[in-house]
């Protein structure tokens, strides 16, 4: 082989490295990517069925079950409600009417299954992703609400 053929050889075998490294690393990051959604895009059927994703919002009051290690609640935007099932034990500051953010995948029965729940940290701090869909749902309700 030529010195010149050699040299086109390693690049091409380095471009093929190069190009198998990329498509592992995103695969692997395509397979950990949690988006976040909100009750109304829930509702709406905009989050992926059996794909993990968050949803946050307020916890409804009134709506947390409990049936020993599992509990059911609902998490609203103020315009749409989705139910959630744990099975766990829940965040200390898990309250009804604050702030959570639970982690799951959505079923075909539209029950959100969720295998981590997040309460808020103190009274005054919402995940900047849930503060802002409340404030869009207020908007939006608002605007329906109006003649």
Do not use: C
């Amino acid at each position: 082989m030529k010195p010149r053929h050699k040299r086109f050889a390693w690049i091409a075998l380095g471009l093929v490295a190069l190009g198998i490294a990329t498509a592992l690393v995103l695969t692997a990051f395509n397979r950990n990517l949690v988006f976040f959604f909100t009750p109304s895009q829930v509702a709406a059927k905009e989050a992926p069925v059996g794909r993990t994703f968050r949803i946050g919002g307020m916890v409804v009051p009134g709506s947390v079950k409990r049936e020993g290690v599992e509990v059911r609640f609902a998490v609203t935007d103020t315009a749409k409600s989705i139910a959630v099932v744990y099975r766990g034990q829940l965040p200390d500051l898990f309250r009804e009417g604050k702030g959570v953010v639970a982690q799951g995948n959505l079923g075909p029965d539209g029950l959100f299954t969720a295998r981590e729940v997040l309460a808020k940290h103190d009274e005054n701090y919402m995940p900047p992703d849930a503060a802002h869909a409340l404030e869009q749902a207020k908007k939006a309700q608002k605007t329906v609400q109006m003649p």
